[in-house]
C-alpha cells in the first residue's frame, strides 16, 4: 500500500515539476499567448496532479516513523512554493515563478538525499549477524566451522574480544584485513555476534 501510494507521489510530483517547467519557460520568453492557451489546456490535469501531489504526500507523512528535519525543510519548501507561483504566474512576475520552480527543485534534491542518508544507516545499522553471512561465511561457513582455505574453526577459537576484532581489522595469512571495507562499529558487531552465536557452540 505504501510503495503503491510512493510511486504515486512520484508520478505526481514529476507530472506537477513538468507542467511548472513548461509554464515557467513560457513565462521566461515572453511567449504570453502560448502560455496562456497551456494553461488553459491543463487547467484540469493540473488541478487532478497538484491534489494527488499534496494528498498523496499528506498521506506518506502520516506513515513516516518520525519527522527528521529534512522533511520539515522540504514540506515548507514545497509550501512557500506554491503562493510564490500563484502570484508569480498571476502577475507574470518572472523572478516570482522561477523562484518557485527553483525552491520545488531544492525541495527534490532534499528528499533524496534525506533519502539517500536512510540507506546509508541502513548498512551502518547491519547486525553483525547479516555482516558474518554475508562477508565472513565464505570461508567460515555460516557457523563458523568450515574451515576454507584454511580458515579457523571461530567456534573453538580462544581469541579474546579484542583479539577477534585485531585479526578481523588487520587480517592475517589468506584472510583479507576488513579495514577499508567495515567501519569500526560493524567489525564490534560482527565481533559480538562471533562471540555470542558461534564461540562454543
Ligand atoms: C578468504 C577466506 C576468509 C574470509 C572471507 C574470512 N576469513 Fe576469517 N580466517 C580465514 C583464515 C584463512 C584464517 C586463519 C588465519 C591464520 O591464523 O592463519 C581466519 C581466521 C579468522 C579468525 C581467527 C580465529 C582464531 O581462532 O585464530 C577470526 C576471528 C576470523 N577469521 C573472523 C572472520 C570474520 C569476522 C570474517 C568476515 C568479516 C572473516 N573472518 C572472513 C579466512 C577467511
Redesign the pocket.
Known sequence: MATGMLHTHYLMVVLFTLIYLVKTILLLSDRNELLEKFKKKTKVAEMIVSFGFLATGIFLMTQLPSINMFHIIKISLVLFSIPLAVIGFKNKNKILASLSFFLIIVSFSLAYKAKEMKTGSKTLALTGKE??EE??S???GNDGKLG???????A????NHQ??IE??TNG?????S?KNT?SAEQ?ES??SY?ETDLKGK
Open positions: 555482516i558474518f562477508k565472513c565464505l570461508c567460515h576454507l582455505s584454511g580458515a579457523k574453526n571461530l573453538i577459537t580462544t581469541l583479539g577477534i585479526i578481523i592475517k595469512n589468506a584472510m583479507a576488513y567495515l567489525i560482527v565481533t562471533i
